[in-house]
């Protein structure tokens, strides 16, 4: 058996056959995970159908993530297909929806542990020389709901999350629901 120390298993769930059996897999090995599905909004309607439907019913639920951008539009912005020599779909179509996912249940947890968030909401600082180079140091921030409001002398990007911007509390996915109640 394999020993995660608590961490957290996130699966991307593309509505085929090998995520699907990896999903089976860890359900076998009783891995809890989180299912994820990255939409580039170029999938076939038979792929949402089959992912909402029969998949949905045998794995359980699916998160739909969503770039900012879907891949007409990234094809538009750049001026470029991509292909074996200009991948980009995967970083910029999956990988931004995902991390702001991510970042969301991140927040949602934190409220479920430390209750109502004070008044300035929650606050995380982005440092553009230490991201991969981009346009947009903290993109999955602002996907996630922060807002860039400010920079630090030292140079850090400021993100602030407000209340009203932040999910509902919620437990994280495989908590001892007993150790958050006694602390």
């Known amino acids: 058996m394999i ?20 999903a089976l897999h860890l359900r076998e090995l009783g891995i809890e995970h989180i299912r994820v599905f990255a939409d580039t909004g170029w999938e076939h309607a038979a792929t949402y159908e089959y ?15 969503r770039g900012l951008l879907g891949f007409a539009d990234l094809v ?38 430390m209750g109502e968030p004070p008044e300035l909401g929650m606050v995380s600082f982005v440092d553009p020389d230490k991201v991969k180079h981009k346009r947009d140091p903290g993109r999955c921030f602002i996907k996630a709901g922060f807002k860039l409001v400010g920079e630090t002398k030292g140079g850090l990007l400021a993100f602030q999350m407000l209340e009203d911007a932040m999910p509902a509390p919620d437990a994280p996915l495989g908590a001892d629901l007993e150790l958050f109640e006694a602390s």
């Open 76 to 113: 538009r912005k750049k001026r470029l297909f991509p292909d074996r020599t200009k991948r980009f779909c995967t970083t910029e179509l999956k990988g931004a929806g995902l991390s702001s996912e991510l970042i969301r249940e991140a927040v949602a947890a934190t409220r479920f542990k």
């Open 3 to 22: 020993d995660l120390k608590g961490r957290v298993v996130v699966l991307s769930v593309s509505g085929g056959k090998d995520s699907a059996a990896a």
């Open 51 to 65: 992912l909402r439907g029969p998949l949905t019913d045998l794995l359980g639920p699916i998160t739909e993530v």
